[in-house]
């Protein structure tokens, strides 16, 4: 008997078919799509009068679609860019799924994922610069002000957050998937009308340029070196390709086929595993491939360390990015304070 887990992934995945593929029943769903593109389309405007000036610039890297589309190895790039100009910078996210003692609560890297989150862990661990999760992000961004004093604060998503002020806003788009319908949420999936990309400051597109969008950047993510999860080896590419040609592949991410397509590039027969996104990993998941190479994305590792083996590996990736879009975002950002 399948789990309520299963069944909802069942159900999400046949939901997000309808919106991406089309489905005969869609236009029964339009009228509630029209209300909440009005709705949203109306909290917008009213944000945008009666909109706040940070003491801070405070960059919100968000998406307008149901589902991850790049935004935490987005994130995690400008990180290290802005480090690398001596910006002193910090990360501020709701922290989906976390389950800490108390908000605001700043994420060490030797939390567990179930306390602090899994996309917060990932950056606190890749980048090394503070995260705080709080579902009200405005009190995080004052926590993070009082306690680090950062010259820059990213709001790993938060978009529609319109209690948080910002200087600069990107929406992350998957190349793969864009806009699917291009309607709102039931019957699409979108969170707000397509209309809200006229008003953002960057789109960035994660994957390879559309003509949809001309003025957008393109985001490349570029693979690593696979690293085993108990262990910490790192090993070649070609040297895994050549020494796991058959590999049971976990993702429990946005879209989990443009995972599984990376590693069939390196001529590896992939048994695709596709989970909901932030899935809460147990050992029952991994049950029956003892013996098996289980490869997974770094974002799914953070969760699998307590009960990972020797056959246990995650991918790594990194945010390739224009350097006239970081040059660009990074004097904007400096601007909005002289």
Not at 36 to 54: E, H, K, Q
Not at 163 to 181: C, K
Not at 187 to 194: D, I, K
Request: proline share 8%; net charge neutral; with cysteine.
């Amino acid at each position: 008997m399948k789990s309520i887990e299963q069944r909802f992934s069942t159900l999400a995945a046949a939901v997000q078919a309808a919106w991406y593929q089309g489905a005969g029943w869609l236009p029964l769903l339009y009228p509630a799509a029209w209300l909440v593109g009005g709705i949203a389309r109306l909290r917008f405007l009213m944000f945008r009068r009666r909109a706040a000036v940070p003491s801070v610039p405070v960059l919100v890297v968000g998406n307008i679609t149901v589902g991850g589309t790049g935004k935490t190895p987005l994130v995690a790039g400008i990180c290290d860019y802005l480090g690398s100009r001596g910006l002193r910078v910090a990360v501020i996210s709701r922290g989906y799924g976390a389950q800490p003692p108390q908000y605001p609560w700043p994420v060490e890297p030797e939390q567990s994922s179930a306390e602090a989150g899994d996309e917060p862990l990932l950056i606190r661990r890749r980048t090394g610069v503070p995260v705080v999760i709080d579902p009200k992000r405005a009190r995080a961004l004052q926590y993070v002000i009082s306690q680090y004093q950062p010259d820059v604060v990213i709001s790993d998503d938060g978009l529609q957050h319109f209690a948080l002020p910002r200087t600069v806003e990107i929406v992350v788009l998957d190349s793969d998937r864009g806009l699917g319908n291009g309607r709102c949420l039931p019957a699409g999936p979108l969170r707000e009308p397509s209309s809200r990309l006229d008003d953002v400051d960057f789109v960035v597109l994660n994957g390879r340029p559309d003509a949809r969008w001309p003025n957008a950047q393109v985001m490349v993510l570029q693979s690593d070196d696979p690293v085993n999860l108990k262990t910490g080896e790192r090993m070649p590419m070609e040297e895994f390709a050549a020494r796991h040609p058959l590999v049971h592949a976990f993702a429990g991410i946005g879209n989990p086929q443009r995972f599984f397509s990376s590693l069939s590039t390196w001529d590896i027969r992939v048994t695709g595993h596709a989970l909901p996104d932030h899935h809460a990993f147990t050992a029952e998941d991994f049950a029956g491939l003892e013996g098996h190479t289980i490869i997974m994305t770094e974002k799914d590792a953070v969760k699998c360390v307590e009960f990972s083996g020797d056959n246990f590996w995650y991918l790594p990736v990194s945010a390739r990015l224009p350097n006239v879009f970081l040059d660009d975002l990074c004097n904007r950002l400096q601007r909005s304070v002289q």
